[in-house]
Protein backbone atom coordinates (compact mmCIF):
# COMPACT_ATOMS: atom_id res chain seq x y z
CA UNK A 1 0.00 0.00 0.00
CA UNK A 2 2.04 2.71 -1.22
CA UNK A 3 1.88 6.49 0.05
CA UNK A 4 -0.10 7.41 -2.63
CA UNK A 5 -0.76 11.33 -1.28
CA UNK A 6 1.04 13.91 -3.16
CA UNK A 7 2.85 16.91 -1.00
CA UNK A 8 -0.11 19.46 -2.22
CA UNK A 9 -2.73 16.96 -0.96
CA UNK A 10 -1.21 16.09 2.44
CA UNK A 11 -1.62 20.11 3.28
CA UNK A 12 1.75 20.22 5.06
CA UNK A 13 3.31 23.48 3.58
CA UNK A 14 4.94 25.39 6.63
CA UNK A 15 3.35 27.73 7.78
CA UNK A 16 4.02 31.72 8.77
CA UNK A 17 1.21 31.78 10.79
CA UNK A 18 2.91 29.37 13.42
CA UNK A 19 3.45 32.16 16.03
CA UNK A 20 -0.28 33.17 15.95
CA UNK A 21 -1.88 29.49 16.24
CA UNK A 22 0.43 28.37 18.90
CA UNK A 23 -0.72 31.98 20.65
CA UNK A 24 -4.42 31.15 20.27
CA UNK A 25 -4.09 28.04 21.16
CA UNK A 26 -2.33 28.70 24.40
CA UNK A 27 -5.49 30.95 25.03
CA UNK A 28 -7.69 28.60 24.27
CA UNK A 29 -6.12 26.17 26.76
CA UNK A 30 -6.17 28.50 29.54
CA UNK A 31 -9.86 28.77 29.27
CA UNK A 32 -10.07 24.60 29.94
CA UNK A 33 -8.61 25.03 33.65
CA UNK A 34 -11.23 25.13 36.32
CA UNK A 35 -11.26 25.10 40.02
CA UNK A 36 -11.79 22.36 42.87
CA UNK A 37 -11.66 23.53 46.65
CA UNK A 38 -10.65 26.70 45.77
CA UNK A 39 -7.51 26.49 43.31
CA UNK A 40 -6.75 25.22 39.99
CA UNK A 41 -7.15 21.99 39.29
CA UNK A 42 -6.95 20.57 35.62
CA UNK A 43 -8.98 21.10 32.28
CA UNK A 44 -12.67 20.06 31.42
CA UNK A 45 -12.87 17.59 28.32
CA UNK A 46 -14.23 20.32 25.82
CA UNK A 47 -14.80 23.96 25.79
CA UNK A 48 -18.17 23.37 23.37
CA UNK A 49 -19.47 20.96 21.79
CA UNK A 50 -22.40 20.83 18.54
CA UNK A 51 -25.40 20.53 21.03
CA UNK A 52 -23.43 22.14 24.29
CA UNK A 53 -27.30 21.98 25.60
CA UNK A 54 -27.29 18.34 26.17
CA UNK A 55 -26.27 17.14 29.29
CA UNK A 56 -22.75 15.56 28.58
CA UNK A 57 -20.22 15.21 30.72
CA UNK A 58 -17.66 16.59 28.30
CA UNK A 59 -17.69 19.44 31.17
CA UNK A 60 -15.84 16.90 33.29
CA UNK A 61 -12.42 16.63 34.37
CA UNK A 62 -11.72 13.40 32.58
CA UNK A 63 -8.54 11.66 33.85
CA UNK A 64 -7.20 10.06 30.60
CA UNK A 65 -8.07 13.92 29.15
CA UNK A 66 -5.55 15.64 31.93
CA UNK A 67 -2.51 13.22 31.14
CA UNK A 68 -1.37 15.62 27.91
CA UNK A 69 -2.46 19.06 30.32
CA UNK A 70 -0.76 17.69 33.51
CA UNK A 71 2.77 17.26 30.85
CA UNK A 72 2.52 20.75 29.37
CA UNK A 73 1.40 22.12 33.46
CA UNK A 74 5.25 20.44 34.82
CA UNK A 75 6.96 21.64 31.55
CA UNK A 76 5.50 25.31 32.31
CA UNK A 77 6.70 24.43 35.65
CA UNK A 78 2.86 25.13 37.04
CA UNK A 79 3.44 22.78 39.77
CA UNK A 80 0.72 23.59 41.92
CA UNK A 81 -2.22 22.81 39.30
CA UNK A 82 -0.52 19.38 38.55
CA UNK A 83 -0.41 18.71 43.03
CA UNK A 84 -3.66 19.93 43.48
CA UNK A 85 -4.72 17.35 40.87
CA UNK A 86 -2.87 14.34 42.07
CA UNK A 87 -4.71 15.33 45.71
CA UNK A 88 -7.70 15.69 44.91
CA UNK A 89 -7.68 12.31 42.84
CA UNK A 90 -6.52 10.74 45.64
CA UNK A 91 -9.37 11.98 47.81
CA UNK A 92 -11.51 10.77 45.46
CA UNK A 93 -10.04 7.07 44.94
CA UNK A 94 -13.05 4.51 45.94
CA UNK A 95 -13.16 3.24 49.62
CA UNK A 96 -16.46 0.96 48.85
CA UNK A 97 -15.34 -2.97 49.25
CA UNK A 98 -15.89 -3.48 45.55
CA UNK A 99 -14.02 -0.78 43.94
CA UNK A 100 -11.68 -0.04 46.40
CA UNK A 101 -8.43 1.58 44.83
CA UNK A 102 -10.09 2.16 41.91
CA UNK A 103 -9.54 6.28 40.53
CA UNK A 104 -12.52 7.96 38.64
CA UNK A 105 -12.82 8.29 34.98
CA UNK A 106 -13.57 11.95 36.21
CA UNK A 107 -15.14 14.47 38.72
CA UNK A 108 -16.40 17.98 38.55
CA UNK A 109 -16.87 20.11 41.62
CA UNK A 110 -20.50 21.13 41.90
CA UNK A 111 -21.55 24.05 44.21
CA UNK A 112 -18.56 23.88 46.53
CA UNK A 113 -19.44 19.56 46.53
CA UNK A 114 -16.82 17.20 44.41
CA UNK A 115 -18.76 14.72 42.60
CA UNK A 116 -16.82 11.98 40.94
CA UNK A 117 -17.73 9.37 38.17
CA UNK A 118 -16.80 5.50 38.30
CA UNK A 119 -18.19 4.41 36.08
CA UNK A 120 -22.05 4.75 37.10
CA UNK A 121 -23.04 7.86 35.43
CA UNK A 122 -21.42 7.37 32.21
CA UNK A 123 -23.23 6.14 29.03
CA UNK A 124 -23.31 2.38 28.96
CA UNK A 125 -22.21 1.91 32.66
CA UNK A 126 -18.80 2.16 32.06
CA UNK A 127 -15.73 1.70 34.03
CA UNK A 128 -12.12 2.86 33.35
CA UNK A 129 -9.64 0.89 34.45
CA UNK A 130 -6.67 3.50 32.39
CA UNK A 131 -7.55 6.10 34.81
CA UNK A 132 -6.19 4.07 37.43
CA UNK A 133 -3.19 3.24 35.82
CA UNK A 134 -2.22 6.31 34.87
CA UNK A 135 -2.70 8.30 38.48
CA UNK A 136 0.92 6.80 39.40
CA UNK A 137 2.77 7.47 36.48
CA UNK A 138 1.46 11.22 36.36
CA UNK A 139 2.46 10.94 40.06
CA UNK A 140 5.79 9.72 39.05
CA UNK A 141 6.61 12.81 36.30
CA UNK A 142 5.73 15.49 38.97
CA UNK A 143 7.85 13.77 41.90
CA UNK A 144 10.46 13.72 39.11
CA UNK A 145 10.11 17.63 37.40
CA UNK A 146 9.29 19.16 40.72
CA UNK A 147 11.59 17.48 43.29
CA UNK A 148 8.92 17.22 45.53
CA UNK A 149 10.18 13.99 46.93
CA UNK A 150 8.02 14.54 49.98
CA UNK A 151 4.54 14.44 48.84
CA UNK A 152 5.93 11.30 46.88
CA UNK A 153 6.58 10.20 50.38
CA UNK A 154 3.98 11.04 51.97
CA UNK A 155 1.62 8.56 53.90
CA UNK A 156 -1.21 9.74 51.98
CA UNK A 157 0.37 8.90 48.49
CA UNK A 158 1.80 6.09 49.68
CA UNK A 159 -1.20 5.06 51.07
CA UNK A 160 -3.09 5.66 47.47
CA UNK A 161 0.05 3.31 45.95
CA UNK A 162 -0.53 0.60 48.01
CA UNK A 163 -4.70 0.62 48.08
CA UNK A 164 -4.00 0.24 43.87
CA UNK A 165 -1.25 -2.26 43.99
CA UNK A 166 -3.94 -4.30 46.01
CA UNK A 167 -6.17 -3.59 42.96
CA UNK A 168 -3.60 -4.75 40.12
CA UNK A 169 -1.73 -7.33 42.00
CA UNK A 170 -4.67 -10.18 43.36
CA UNK A 171 -4.56 -13.92 43.02
CA UNK A 172 -6.39 -14.57 39.84
CA UNK A 173 -8.05 -17.75 38.05
CA UNK A 174 -5.18 -17.76 35.83
CA UNK A 175 -1.82 -16.69 37.28
CA UNK A 176 -0.69 -14.55 34.00
CA UNK A 177 1.03 -11.26 34.31
CA UNK A 178 -1.79 -9.21 32.72
CA UNK A 179 -5.04 -7.66 34.26
CA UNK A 180 -8.27 -8.59 32.78
CA UNK A 181 -10.73 -6.01 31.98
CA UNK A 182 -14.14 -5.60 30.35
CA UNK A 183 -15.09 -4.04 27.12
CA UNK A 184 -14.58 -0.53 26.69
CA UNK A 185 -12.32 0.28 30.17
CA UNK A 186 -9.73 2.92 28.24
CA UNK A 187 -9.59 5.65 25.92
CA UNK A 188 -12.11 3.58 23.63
CA UNK A 189 -14.95 3.59 26.07
CA UNK A 190 -17.60 2.23 23.94
CA UNK A 191 -17.90 -1.58 22.50
CA UNK A 192 -14.90 -2.54 20.19
CA UNK A 193 -14.28 -5.96 21.18
CA UNK A 194 -11.32 -4.60 23.32
CA UNK A 195 -12.20 -7.03 26.48
CA UNK A 196 -9.68 -8.93 27.87
CA UNK A 197 -5.88 -7.66 28.15
CA UNK A 198 -5.88 -5.29 25.35
CA UNK A 199 -2.47 -3.18 24.60
CA UNK A 200 -3.25 -0.12 26.04
CA UNK A 201 -4.12 -1.57 29.51
CA UNK A 202 -1.45 -4.15 29.75
CA UNK A 203 1.13 -1.30 28.47
CA UNK A 204 -0.10 1.35 31.28
CA UNK A 205 -0.03 -1.55 33.69
CA UNK A 206 3.72 -1.93 33.23
CA UNK A 207 4.01 2.08 33.36
CA UNK A 208 2.24 2.17 36.12
CA UNK A 209 3.76 -0.93 38.29
CA UNK A 210 6.91 0.72 37.18
CA UNK A 211 6.59 4.30 38.76
CA UNK A 212 4.75 2.91 42.02
CA UNK A 213 7.64 0.67 42.46
CA UNK A 214 9.94 4.11 42.22
CA UNK A 215 7.36 5.90 44.86
CA UNK A 216 8.18 3.06 46.71
CA UNK A 217 11.83 3.46 46.63
CA UNK A 218 11.50 7.18 48.24
CA UNK A 219 9.20 6.30 51.01
CA UNK A 220 12.00 3.31 51.69
CA UNK A 221 14.39 5.98 52.30
CA UNK A 222 12.46 7.47 55.25
CA UNK A 223 11.43 4.23 56.76
CA UNK A 224 11.37 0.90 55.58
CA UNK A 225 9.53 -2.23 56.47
CA UNK A 226 9.29 -5.76 56.01
CA UNK A 227 6.10 -5.05 54.06
CA UNK A 228 7.42 -2.58 51.81
CA UNK A 229 10.34 -4.67 51.14
CA UNK A 230 7.80 -7.54 50.05
CA UNK A 231 6.12 -5.10 47.46
CA UNK A 232 9.04 -3.89 46.40
CA UNK A 233 10.17 -7.41 45.31
CA UNK A 234 7.06 -8.51 44.36
CA UNK A 235 6.65 -5.54 41.75
CA UNK A 236 9.74 -5.83 40.66
CA UNK A 237 8.99 -9.44 39.45
CA UNK A 238 5.46 -8.86 37.79
CA UNK A 239 7.29 -5.77 35.88
CA UNK A 240 9.63 -8.75 34.86
CA UNK A 241 6.55 -10.99 34.09
CA UNK A 242 4.77 -8.25 31.91
CA UNK A 243 6.86 -7.77 29.80
CA UNK A 244 8.50 -11.04 29.13
CA UNK A 245 4.55 -11.98 28.55
CA UNK A 246 4.00 -9.03 26.24
CA UNK A 247 7.26 -9.27 24.33
CA UNK A 248 6.65 -12.79 23.71
CA UNK A 249 2.90 -12.55 22.97
CA UNK A 250 2.01 -9.22 21.53
CA UNK A 251 5.32 -8.28 19.21
CA UNK A 252 5.42 -9.24 15.49
CA UNK A 253 7.42 -8.93 13.02
CA UNK A 254 7.45 -10.61 9.77
CA UNK A 255 9.99 -13.39 10.68
CA UNK A 256 7.91 -14.26 13.72
CA UNK A 257 4.98 -14.40 11.87
CA UNK A 258 6.44 -17.05 9.19
CA UNK A 259 7.36 -19.00 12.61
CA UNK A 260 3.20 -19.17 13.89
CA UNK A 261 1.82 -19.52 10.84
CA UNK A 262 3.89 -23.00 10.84
CA UNK A 263 3.30 -23.77 14.72
CA UNK A 264 1.62 -26.52 15.73
CA UNK A 265 -1.89 -26.43 17.00
CA UNK A 266 -3.46 -28.59 19.64
CA UNK A 267 -0.92 -28.49 22.09
CA UNK A 268 -1.54 -30.28 25.39
CA UNK A 269 0.88 -30.37 28.41
CA UNK A 270 3.03 -28.08 30.16
CA UNK A 271 6.68 -28.62 28.02
CA UNK A 272 4.94 -28.03 25.01
CA UNK A 273 4.90 -24.21 24.61
CA UNK A 274 5.18 -23.29 20.97
CA UNK A 275 1.44 -22.31 20.49
CA UNK A 276 -0.30 -21.64 24.34
CA UNK A 277 -3.08 -19.55 23.21
CA UNK A 278 -3.95 -22.66 20.25
CA UNK A 279 -3.72 -19.93 17.82
CA UNK A 280 -4.82 -21.60 13.85
CA UNK A 281 -2.85 -20.22 11.43
CA UNK A 282 -6.40 -19.20 9.54
CA UNK A 283 -7.01 -16.47 12.05
CA UNK A 284 -4.03 -14.20 10.65
CA UNK A 285 -5.79 -11.41 8.44
CA UNK A 286 -4.45 -10.98 4.91
CA UNK A 287 -3.51 -7.42 5.03
CA UNK A 288 -1.14 -8.24 7.83
CA UNK A 289 1.45 -8.90 4.95
CA UNK A 290 2.26 -6.23 3.52
CA UNK A 291 1.50 -4.18 6.58
CA UNK A 292 4.25 -5.97 8.44
CA UNK A 293 6.97 -4.75 5.30
CA UNK A 294 10.04 -6.64 5.89
CA UNK A 295 11.86 -5.03 8.63
CA UNK A 296 8.58 -3.36 10.70
CA UNK A 297 7.45 -4.65 13.92
CA UNK A 298 4.73 -3.87 16.10
CA UNK A 299 2.60 -4.95 19.42
CA UNK A 300 -0.70 -6.31 18.49
CA UNK A 301 -4.13 -4.87 20.09
CA UNK A 302 -4.53 -8.32 22.47
CA UNK A 303 -4.64 -12.04 22.60
CA UNK A 304 -6.44 -14.39 23.74
CA UNK A 305 -7.24 -18.06 23.55
CA UNK A 306 -7.39 -18.76 20.11
CA UNK A 307 -8.34 -15.24 18.99
CA UNK A 308 -5.83 -12.65 18.53
CA UNK A 309 -6.47 -9.19 17.57
CA UNK A 310 -4.51 -7.92 14.90
CA UNK A 311 -5.59 -4.21 14.53
CA UNK A 312 -3.01 -1.91 15.36
CA UNK A 313 -3.57 0.55 18.10
CA UNK A 314 -1.38 3.66 17.86
CA UNK A 315 -1.28 4.51 21.58
CA UNK A 316 -0.38 1.28 23.21
CA UNK A 317 2.39 1.04 20.80
CA UNK A 318 3.13 5.00 21.38
CA UNK A 319 3.40 4.20 24.97
CA UNK A 320 5.29 1.33 24.42
CA UNK A 321 7.87 2.96 23.21
CA UNK A 322 7.89 6.07 26.29
CA UNK A 323 7.60 3.64 28.76
CA UNK A 324 10.36 1.35 28.09
CA UNK A 325 8.86 -1.59 27.38
CA UNK A 326 10.16 -2.24 23.72
CA UNK A 327 13.77 -2.41 22.83
CA UNK A 328 15.40 -0.06 20.71
CA UNK A 329 15.74 -2.01 17.89
CA UNK A 330 12.10 -3.04 18.12
CA UNK A 331 11.24 0.69 18.31
CA UNK A 332 12.57 1.18 15.32
CA UNK A 333 10.80 -1.58 13.88
CA UNK A 334 7.89 0.48 14.46
CA UNK A 335 8.77 3.70 13.64
CA UNK A 336 9.60 1.72 10.27
CA UNK A 337 6.08 -0.05 10.42
CA UNK A 338 4.34 3.69 10.62
CA UNK A 339 6.34 5.08 7.64
CA UNK A 340 5.21 2.03 5.56
CA UNK A 341 1.66 2.42 6.54
CA UNK A 342 1.57 6.04 6.82
CA UNK A 343 -0.93 6.73 4.10
CA UNK A 344 -3.47 4.77 6.43
CA UNK A 345 -1.85 5.91 9.95
CA UNK A 346 -1.43 9.55 9.02
CA UNK A 347 -3.29 10.18 5.88
CA UNK A 348 -5.00 13.82 5.90
CA UNK A 349 -5.12 14.20 9.65
CA UNK A 350 -2.43 12.32 11.97
CA UNK A 351 -3.38 10.00 13.81
CA UNK A 352 -5.10 6.89 13.16
CA UNK A 353 -6.51 5.46 16.33
CA UNK A 354 -6.99 1.86 15.23
CA UNK A 355 -6.11 0.03 12.07
CA UNK A 356 -8.52 -1.70 10.12
CA UNK A 357 -11.76 -0.63 11.20
CA UNK A 358 -14.19 -3.33 11.68
CA UNK A 359 -16.61 -3.04 8.51
CA UNK A 360 -20.57 -4.56 7.71
CA UNK A 361 -21.10 -7.60 10.03
CA UNK A 362 -18.27 -7.59 12.43
CA UNK A 363 -19.05 -4.20 13.19
CA UNK A 364 -22.97 -4.85 13.92
CA UNK A 365 -22.19 -7.90 15.67
CA UNK A 366 -18.70 -6.50 17.98
CA UNK A 367 -20.02 -2.93 18.42
CA UNK A 368 -23.51 -4.26 19.23
CA UNK A 369 -24.21 -2.14 15.59
CA UNK A 370 -22.74 1.73 17.75
CA UNK A 371 -23.59 4.34 15.43
CA UNK A 372 -20.87 6.68 16.44
CA UNK A 373 -18.09 3.66 16.12
CA UNK A 374 -19.39 3.07 12.30
CA UNK A 375 -16.81 1.98 10.41
CA UNK A 376 -13.91 4.76 9.44
CA UNK A 377 -14.99 6.61 12.30
CA UNK A 378 -14.32 8.17 16.31
CA UNK A 379 -12.82 4.63 17.18
CA UNK A 380 -13.26 2.51 14.52
CA UNK A 381 -10.47 3.65 12.64
CA UNK A 382 -11.16 7.43 13.23
CA UNK A 383 -8.10 9.94 13.09
CA UNK A 384 -7.56 11.91 16.46
CA UNK A 385 -5.46 14.63 16.52
CA UNK A 386 -5.05 14.58 20.07
CA UNK A 387 -2.66 10.77 19.48
CA UNK A 388 0.14 12.42 17.39
CA UNK A 389 1.65 14.05 20.35
CA UNK A 390 2.65 10.98 21.96
CA UNK A 391 3.98 8.98 18.90
CA UNK A 392 6.16 12.15 18.45
CA UNK A 393 7.32 12.08 22.10
CA UNK A 394 8.32 8.11 21.10
CA UNK A 395 9.99 9.25 18.32
CA UNK A 396 12.09 12.29 19.97
CA UNK A 397 12.60 10.23 23.05
CA UNK A 398 14.66 7.54 20.95
CA UNK A 399 16.65 10.52 19.07
CA UNK A 400 17.85 11.99 22.40
CA UNK A 401 18.83 8.43 23.52
CA UNK A 402 20.14 7.00 20.64
CA UNK A 403 21.46 10.03 18.94
CA UNK A 404 23.45 7.91 16.42
CA UNK A 405 20.98 5.12 15.38
CA UNK A 406 19.60 4.54 11.97
CA UNK A 407 20.58 8.15 10.35
CA UNK A 408 18.73 7.33 7.43
CA UNK A 409 15.36 5.58 8.95
CA UNK A 410 15.40 8.64 11.75
CA UNK A 411 16.18 10.86 9.10
CA UNK A 412 12.47 10.02 7.36
CA UNK A 413 10.60 9.68 10.74
CA UNK A 414 12.02 13.06 11.57
CA UNK A 415 10.96 14.41 8.25
CA UNK A 416 7.19 13.02 8.67
CA UNK A 417 6.91 13.86 12.20
CA UNK A 418 7.15 17.54 10.67
CA UNK A 419 5.06 17.32 7.97
CA UNK A 420 2.54 15.94 10.58
CA UNK A 421 2.89 19.00 12.30
CA UNK A 422 2.46 21.14 10.11
CA UNK A 423 -0.70 19.22 8.75
CA UNK A 424 -2.48 20.22 12.04
CA UNK A 425 -1.15 23.28 12.22
CA UNK A 426 -2.56 24.84 9.07
CA UNK A 427 -6.04 22.57 9.43
CA UNK A 428 -6.88 22.52 13.12
CA UNK A 429 -7.51 26.36 13.43
CA UNK A 430 -10.04 26.18 10.58
CA UNK A 431 -11.46 22.93 11.95
CA UNK A 432 -12.28 24.39 15.82
CA UNK A 433 -9.67 21.81 16.93
CA UNK A 434 -12.26 19.27 16.67
CA UNK A 435 -11.99 15.83 18.79
CA UNK A 436 -11.82 13.16 15.73
CA UNK A 437 -11.96 13.03 12.05
CA UNK A 438 -13.81 10.65 10.04
CA UNK A 439 -13.34 8.47 6.37
CA UNK A 440 -10.27 6.75 5.19
CA UNK A 441 -8.32 9.58 5.03
CA UNK A 442 -9.56 11.62 7.99
CA UNK A 443 -10.35 14.16 6.09
CA UNK A 444 -13.86 15.17 7.15
CA UNK A 445 -14.35 16.78 11.10
CA UNK A 446 -16.03 13.82 13.30
CA UNK A 447 -19.67 13.55 12.33
CA UNK A 448 -20.79 13.92 16.62
CA UNK A 449 -16.74 15.88 17.59
CA UNK A 450 -17.12 18.21 19.85
CA UNK A 451 -14.66 21.55 19.21
CA UNK A 452 -12.08 22.60 21.27
CA UNK A 453 -11.36 19.77 22.27
CA UNK A 454 -8.80 19.84 25.20
CA UNK A 455 -6.73 16.96 24.61
CA UNK A 456 -6.31 18.07 20.81
CA UNK A 457 -5.63 21.70 21.78
CA UNK A 458 -2.39 20.46 24.55
CA UNK A 459 -1.59 17.77 22.09
CA UNK A 460 -0.47 20.63 19.74
CA UNK A 461 0.93 22.83 22.24
CA UNK A 462 3.08 19.64 23.46
CA UNK A 463 4.60 18.57 20.25
CA UNK A 464 5.42 22.39 19.33
CA UNK A 465 7.35 22.41 22.68
CA UNK A 466 9.46 19.31 21.81
CA UNK A 467 9.84 20.24 18.14
CA UNK A 468 10.54 23.84 18.33
CA UNK A 469 11.41 25.00 22.25
CA UNK A 470 13.18 22.21 23.70
CA UNK A 471 13.24 18.72 22.33
CA UNK A 472 15.43 17.44 25.61
CA UNK A 473 12.32 17.95 27.86
CA UNK A 474 10.78 14.72 26.49
CA UNK A 475 13.21 13.66 29.02
CA UNK A 476 9.45 14.32 31.05
CA UNK A 477 8.44 11.56 29.82
CA UNK A 478 10.40 8.41 30.90
CA UNK A 479 9.56 6.62 33.93
CA UNK A 480 13.36 6.11 35.23
CA UNK A 481 13.95 5.90 38.80
CA UNK A 482 15.07 8.13 41.63
CA UNK A 483 18.53 9.99 40.96
C1 LIG B 1 -14.95 10.07 24.85
C2 LIG B 1 -13.67 9.33 24.52
C3 LIG B 1 -12.81 9.21 25.75
C4 LIG B 1 -12.57 10.59 26.35
C5 LIG B 1 -13.89 11.32 26.61
C6 LIG B 1 -13.69 12.75 27.03
O1 LIG B 1 -15.73 9.35 25.76
O2 LIG B 1 -13.95 8.08 23.99
O3 LIG B 1 -11.61 8.58 25.43
O4 LIG B 1 -11.85 10.49 27.55
O5 LIG B 1 -14.65 11.33 25.42
O6 LIG B 1 -12.99 13.47 26.07
Redesign the pocket.
Known amino acids: MATHFSQERLRVRPSSREDAVVASAREKFERTLVSAQGSLVGSV??LAHPRSHDSL??GEV?L??NVPVMIHLLLERRFDIVRHFLSVCLDLQSSTYQTRGVFPTSFIEENGQLMADYGQRSIGRITSVDASLWWPILCWYYVKRSQDWEFGASQKVQRGVQLLLDLVMHPTFEGTPVLFVPDCSF????PMDVWGAPLEVEVLLFGCLRSCGHLMEIARRDRSSRLLEQRLELTRQWIHDLRSFLLKNYWVTSKTMQVLRRRPTEQYGEHQHENEFNVQPQVIPDWLQDWLENRGGYLIGNIRTGRPDFRFYSLGNSLACLFGLLTAPQQRGLFRLVLHNRSHLMAQMPMRICHPPMEAAEWMNKTGSDPKNWPWS??NGGHWPSLLWYFGGAVLQHELNHPRADALLMGQVRAMLEECYWSQLNQLPRQQWA?YFDGPTGTWVGQQSRTY?T?TIVGFLLLHHLLRVNPADVSVLSIDGPP
Not at 187 to 190: A, K, T, Y
Open positions: AANYFRDMIDRYHEQW
